[in-house]
């Protein structure tokens, strides 16, 4: 009698240990799946938006960011594609240009990356930007400019 219950209790515990098991196996594979759609998910969204716009400021043309910051440095993050949206205001008969230039350690003349196509009177264009296109290239800056205000309109960009 005593050894049947002994094998009752052997049963139960086998019984036990496989139901753990097959849970904590149940959990593991839910949870891999879910990682997946997650990082599917921020695959789908790594892009950023970043707007500037050109303004008549005091008889002098500057970029003016989103938050309304003139020439402000364009944080942008590594890896992650970026849309520059790049406005001019209606009525304004200067066309401007964004340059996104590299500038070297040994500070020679930089190397522009991207241009913008012409903005003037309202209009607007976009370009698209990734710095893991460039980051091989060991710039000691990258900045922004206007083609055709490069004094006035200027600013860094920020590789976070």
């Known amino acids: 009698m005593l050894q049947t219950y002994n094998n009752i ?4 515990k086998i019984t036990i240990l496989i139901i753990v098991v097959a849970t ?6 839910n949870m891999e799946s879910n990682l997946k759609k997650i990082y599917a998910q921020e695959e789908v969204s790594s892009s950023s938006s970043i707007e500037v716009t050109a303004k008549l400021v005091d008889n002098e ?3 003016i960011g989103s938050n309304n910051s003139t020439n402000p440095t364009l944080n942008i ?3 992650v594609d970026h ?3 790049i406005k001019s205001v ?3 008969p200067e066309e401007h240009e964004l340059i996104i230039e590299g500038t070297s350690a040994s500070g020679d003349e930089g190397e522009e990356l991207i241009a913008s196509d012409h903005v003037k009177d309202g209009s607007s264009t976009t370009i698209n930007f990734n710095p893991s296109d460039v980051e091989n290239n060991n710039y000691q800056s990258l900045q922004y400019f206007c083609e055709y205000h490069q004094d006035t309109m200027r600013g860094k960009v920020q590789i976070n």
């Not at 904590?24 to 594979?29: G, H, N, R």
């Open 9 to 12: 209790r052997i049963k139960n």
């Open 24 to 29: 904590i196996s149940i959990l593991f594979a």
């Open 61 to 63: 043309y500057r970029w």
């Open 77 to 79: 993050t590594s890896g």
């Open 83 to 85: 849309q520059i949206n």
């Open 90 to 92: 209606k009525g304004d």
